[in-house]
């Protein structure tokens, strides 16, 4: 599904937190969104997803989600979300009670994407006893369920430490090559992007403003650790964001 | 002087301490007197066994006699009594009872019957009247006086005895019915008591005669002003003048005076102690179980102070 | 030269330790025997501690501490039901709505000081002197403590699951059935501990009401008489009845809560 | 074919709207008086609110108002103070120290449901008719529930402070009074809030000993005779009482806990 | 300061959390300890800063520490634990006030510290206004305010941003080359190990282990993201530990 961000701008009180943000999102891409801390790239992501209302402009959809779609907008937090009361297969089911399915499918679809997240052996452990990469799996997992048109990720993985984030990032790579899906990756780790993104939007300290957009060629599937490209483009972000950070930090003193 | 501390309730029915007070009647026997006043007769009994007061008027209950039996306080002379010549308790009958027919006491069989505390002097009231009537009552602990008239008023209980001002006021607003007089059914009844602790009454000889003799003289005073009318319209306003020092002070004179004269009820002479009817309430106490057998006359009575009526 | 790094941790990590609780009750029901046995205890002070056991167990044997007890355990119930549950309802609607938050938390926080005692002879004409006043006095004292107990809760249920559930379009009534309510869970059974605790001591307060029977009603009976064993044999009922409770609770949680870390 | 996307999210964040609160009481009293005019409110069950408030009012022209008052704001002062500052002492030491929390957690959950109105006898016996027994009154009412919310916010002090403190060689001293009490203060003053409600309930029943002037004497009086006027009106002193209470905690919360985000 | 830990093992209760641990901490050394998360890495350095005491075996300290240090074994921890009611400044005079200095004194040290973490500005702020990587650099500032001999740090960078983490490692390395000091480097963060460890420790899963120790000779302040050397002790790491990490899952099963 393609969408449009279309002048949007927006102020909590006082604080204005976004700046007249103009966008496309492509079907079947990956746009990454970085920016430092506070810049408003989680609050630009609810206004994707129709959690928070802008101050001005809006969120457009160019094309009706595929009608298979459960819930064409699904978010995968930053923390996972995980009702601990819910035992992983019965968190997967949660969003897909509310929507008149038979309980037979409902088991069905729930056994299938645990399968597909490695998680079968798990369908019946509480989140307390589940490892913080195995709690996003099964966020996952849970978004997998309704079938989303446009795959909303706020810093899925830097709640993990770098093993397991290495290989849920492979886990998603293969996830998208299987069968590509639209999504808008927010994250503040420039390896992840330049890894993801097809399409790496810079925001500037805030109030956000687009600082730059870059377009990476290179598949998804093909990049690798250490491909001199990526790592150019790492440090140019890294060049751009710097200054941005240190400039942030300064500001807290007015 | 001597200090003491005397217990009391803002009822008319304790003007005797009032009167001795105003009138100079303990002052000119030395006594140097502090009254200390209390929501309730049970804490009160208690604060003599205490010691944070020495002497105090209230009706003989199950708390009292344990505290007597505990060797705590002693009665040592009698105050209020139901006498059948004079003003005195009244028992109600609730407006819903009434009109079903409970007009006399003699209906009261089968009836309900509101009381504080098993135990308490209405308790005991009820019990005589029923005793006397062959009735079969069934008694409602409610605790508080004002639930009692709460329960009477809105008719959940059929009938209750009360002292006659609040038993006219409640039957000239229409809330009930008074059906009968108490004096009737527990003739020459005992109806409250001075007392002290034990230690007063054994080694405090002197300071406790003086402190009956000035009560006994508020009390003629009382009696003559406002229960045998002997002393003049004169005097009965200057009583009630006195007695609105202590009771009702917060409500105007006009409305308190009725009140006043409609509760005063005869305080015996000489502080005269009945003890017929203090053996009786004793052995009522007895055979309800409220309080132990062992407990003698003599173990909850110092009748060495005062006349006693037999 | 070589040691050992010096240790600094430890400590501030208190912990239960089995059998000191129950030491310290006998040591004070000991000294307490000792001081009333030797004089130095007046009998008007404390009652001899065997003489309220001899007390209690009398009254078991002639069969009335059941009479009593069934008829306190069936207004505490029944009183407790009604008033947590509405106080759960109405904490709930606090929590969830801006309107009933702005009307009812005052409305609440000038109801919580009134004295229960001091509405009883209301308490007659409202609800008669029948079982319907112990029930709604001791229902009136329960709920107050039980809505604010219950609204905290639901203002500290993560607001990240419920938006969680927004995103995923899952009606409101299935959030606050399914993250509301399970959410509020740990607070409001830890509110309970403390309304259940003035639900039994609303009950003697209850009992002054025309009640002939009844662990309150007894206890203000020996008070009257100023009987010290019947009273703290009364009162040690209660005791041990707030100490039943709060285990139950205890099971209750263990059961219903399994899922916190 | 083009359209924005759905709004899905909001709520579930009350807010208090300004003015609903007092809109609720002005809409229960008038309701009230209505009712009692037009006579569907008999006179039995409810006062006429315009009498109480007269009443009220007469009540402080004759300037007995502030002989009620100020009494019963030192009895609640120095009894809410004595309890609740025993009730942090020692709500710290069981946060603190494990013996203390086994021995004395038992302890307190069996005082917890004793009722004070059953032991006022024995508060005559043990504290004496005069002021000593009210005090003693409240405090005893207000000890038990400031120890269990006391030893609640200890247990939350974040222990990873602690082990910092550790780390930098800070005396247990320190720890205590620089880390301990400070992180304790938020759950500490939270519990005020019900253990002062708790106060102004017992302010009553203390003063049932042996009390002439007070407010809860006042009420007491005017049960005792049904005077449904003067009974609200002391009631009406003391909810006041309890919200003016509840305004100054906010107070010293917002200049204390300044620091919580 | 030198430091052996010798033949600890430590168990919770049934759990064995470390297993026969032998290890020499040279002075002036960073020493990096890396491995799967719940291998046991936060209590190892519990024991050596002695918070804790091991089932078995010891932590020696084989010299005196400067006479000067306030506090030889100094903590920085991932969490900041920085007193939320205590202002920057106040913070760092907390681990002074216990120590009979005269208020001069430790003025003028919190004022020194402050200087060199560049926080002198936000003195007065608390921690609530303060950003992550702030934060951070006042727990660093109240390190530095003890003059410890051996630092402790369990993944002091890792509640952070990528781009707040890599300035803070910047100051960290800074720090060092002015002044070398011993530190004790616990991270989840291959990248960090390779760029500021003398030697790195890997653990394995639970109960930890050293399974590997590797020494690098590049000096820190030569290191450069992407130097061919440090890529390669990187991907060597990666490789001890991927397997360990979804082995670690695995087991959450039993
Ligand atoms: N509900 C709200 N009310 C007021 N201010 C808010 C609210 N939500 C966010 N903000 C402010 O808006 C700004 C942007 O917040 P946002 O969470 O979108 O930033 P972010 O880019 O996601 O930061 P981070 O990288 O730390 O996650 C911040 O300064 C934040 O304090
Ligand atoms: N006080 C404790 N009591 C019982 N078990 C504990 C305690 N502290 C830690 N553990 C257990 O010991 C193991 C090691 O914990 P530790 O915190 O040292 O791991 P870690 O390597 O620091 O992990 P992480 O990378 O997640 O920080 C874990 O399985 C943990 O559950
Ligand atoms: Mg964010
Ligand atoms: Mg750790």
């Known amino acids: ?254 | 002087g001597n200090k003491i501390k005397v217990g009391a309730l803002r009822f008319t029915s304790h003007s005797a301490s009032f009167v001795a007070f105003e009138r100079g009647y303990f002052a000119d026997l030395g006594l140097d007197v502090e009254f200390k006043f209390f929501q309730a007769a049970t804490p009160m009994a208690v604060a003599i066994a205490s010691g944070d007061i020495d002497y105090a008027v209230t009706a003989i209950s199950g708390g009292l006699i344990s505290l007597a039996e505990k060797g705590a306080a002693k009665v040592i002379g009698g105050a209020l009594s139901e006498h059948p010549d004079y003003n005195g308790q009244k028992i109600l009958a609730s407006t819903a009872a009434f009109g079903a027919g409970l007009t006399s006491p003699g209906h009261l069989d089968g009836k309900s019957f509101g009381m504080t505390q098993a135990g308490s002097s209405f308790h005991y009231m009820g019990s005589q009247i029923a005793k006397k009537e062959g009735a079969d009552l069934h008694f409602k602990p409610l605790n508080k006086v004002g639930a009692i008239i709460g329960a009477l008023k809105s008719g959940q209980i059929d009938a209750w005895s009360i002292v006659p001002h609040i038993a006219s006021a409640l039957d000239g607003a229409g809330k009930a019915h008074i059906i009968g007089n108490v004096a009737d059914y527990i003739p020459n009844y005992q109806v409250t008591t001075v007392f002290t602790s034990a230690h007063n009454a054994a080694n405090e000889r002197a300071k406790t005669e003086n402190f009956l003799k000035a009560f006994s003289m508020g009390a003629t005073d009382f009696n003559d002003s406002l229960v045998r009318m002997t002393a003049g319209a004169q005097a009965a306003d200057e009583m009630v003048n006195l007695v609105h020092k202590y009771v009702y002070a917060d409500k105007p004179i006009e409305k308190a005076a009725r009140s006043i004269r409609a509760g005063a009820m005869l305080i015996n002479e000489g502080a005269a102690l009945n003890a017929t009817s203090v053996k009786d309430q004793l052995s009522w106490f007895k055979s309800e179980g409220l309080v132990k057998e062992r407990v003698s006359y003599e173990t909850v009575v110092d009748d060495s102070y005062v006349k006693t009526i037999m | 030269m070589i040691r050992p790094v010096p240790f600094r941790g430890g400590g501030f990590r208190p912990k239960r330790i089995r059998g000191v609780g129950a030491l310290v009750f006998v040591c004070l029901i000991l000294f307490a025997e000792w001081g009333t046995r030797a004089g130095w205890i007046s009998n008007l002070t404390l009652p001899r501690p065997s003489d309220v056991a001899r007390t209690l167990f009398d009254l078991a044997a002639s069969g009335l501490l059941w009479t009593h007890l069934s008829l306190s355990l069936a207004r505490l119930g029944i009183g407790a039901f009604l008033g947590a549950g509405a106080g759960i309802v109405v904490g709930l609607m606090i929590g969830l709505s801006s309107v009933m938050r702005s009307g009812l938390i005052p409305l609440v926080a000038a109801l919580f000081p009134i004295p229960k005692i001091a509405l009883l002879p209301l308490f007659v004409i409202w609800f008669g002197i029948d079982e319907t006043s112990k029930y709604a006095l001791i229902a009136f004292g329960t709920f107050t403590p039980t809505v604010v107990s219950t609204y905290g809760a639901v203002d500290n249920v993560d607001r990240s699951l419920i938006r969680m559930a927004q995103s995923f379009g899952i009606s409101t009534k299935s959030i606050i059935r399914k993250i509301v309510l399970p959410g509020a869970m740990p607070g409001i059974l830890s509110g309970l501990r403390v309304s259940l605790a003035i639900a039994i001591i609303l009950l003697t307060a209850a009992e002054m009401i025309g009640a002939e029977y009844g662990v309150g009603a007894y206890i203000l009976e020996a008070g009257s008489l100023y009987d010290l064993e019947r009273l703290f044999a009364g009162v040690t009922i209660l005791s041990m009845l707030g100490v039943a409770l709060s285990i139950c609770l205890s099971l209750i949680e263990a059961r219903v809560l399994g899922w916190r870390v």
């Open chain 1, 1 to 254: 599904m393609d969408l449009r961000i279309d002048a949007l701008t927006h102020r909590y009180g006082e604080t204005e937190v976004l700046n007249d943000i103009n966008l496309d999102i492509p079907d079947g891409q990956i746009v990454c969104i970085v920016g430092p801390s506070g810049c408003g790239k989680s609050t630009l992501l609810r206004f994707i997803g129709g959690l928070e209302r802008p101050t001005s402009g809006q969120v457009l959809q160019l094309s009706e989600p595929n009608p298979d779609s459960l819930n064409p907008f699904t978010f995968v937090f930053q923390d996972f979300a995980l009702l601990p009361w819910r035992s992983a297969a019965n968190n997967v089911r949660l969003v897909l009670e509310d929507h008149g399915l038979e309980k037979k499918e409902i088991d069905k679809i729930v056994s299938d994407v645990l399968a597909r997240t490695k998680l079968s052996d798990f369908a019946d452990a509480l989140p307390k006893n589940l490892s913080g990469g195995m709690k996003q799996r099964v966020a996952i997992a849970r978004a997998l369920a309704v079938r989303p048109a446009v795959w909303l990720m706020d810093e899925p993985l830097s709640a993990l430490d770098a093993q397991t984030r290495e290989l849920l990032m492979d886990d998603l790579i293969g996830l998208w090559t299987r069968q590509p899906f639209t999504a808008v990756y927010v994250t503040h780790n420039l390896s992840e992007a330049v890894r993801l993104g097809h399409k790496i939007v810079v925001l500037s300290r805030r109030p956000g403003q687009i600082r730059k957009v870059i377009d990476i060629e290179i598949p998804i599937e093909q990049r690798q650790a250490g491909d001199p490209e990526l790592t150019r483009i790492e440090k140019q972000l890294w060049h751009l964001m710097k200054n941005e950070a240190v400039a942030a930090d300064q500001e807290l003193l007015k």
